[in-house]
């Protein structure tokens, strides 16, 4: 059974309905086909969380770090993506601010698999954001 090795938390106001949690290697932006219509794009050292579009709202971010696949969520809506970390760390950003919370340490670069939870039954939208080593295949993107 996999296990939670270390999680950090954010509080941000999505810029754009979107908040972004950026690798700490970061060194450009991506620009997924947004019109998928998913709660989460992932890419080198970035990943799109998409907000559900409220205006007003603040989100509370939560990134954890497994050691490999969490079991079954309740509850929210989920959705998942891989990214790709050049170096071992990922925070909380927006566009206009470069961290709204500490950095996650992370075991190593590479790829990650990624399932991002998100509660918007709240006047705060919880997001949990889950990362652990990808395993063979494709996660969708």
Excluded: K
């Amino acid at each position: 059974m996999a296990r939670i090795t270390g999680t950090v938390e954010g509080r941000v106001y999505p810029d754009r309905n979107m908040v972004l949690v950026i690798g700490t290697g970061f060194l450009d932006m991506f620009l997924p086909d947004f019109t998928q219509n998913r709660r989460c794009y992932g890419g080198e050292d970035l990943l799109y969380v998409m907000s559900d579009g409220r205006t007003g709202h603040d989100e509370h971010v939560v990134l954890e770090a497994w050691d490999g696949p969490p079991g079954p969520v309740e509850g929210g809506i989920t959705d998942t993506t891989r990214i790709t970390l050049t170096r071992p760390g990922i925070y909380v950003s927006r566009m206009t601010e470069s961290a709204a919370g500490p950095v996650l340490e992370l075991p190593e670069a590479g790829a990650y698999d990624v399932r991002v939870i998100v509660d918007d039954t709240r006047p705060i939208e919880p997001v949990r954001v889950q990362l652990w080593p990808a395993t063979s295949g494709n996660a969708e993107r």
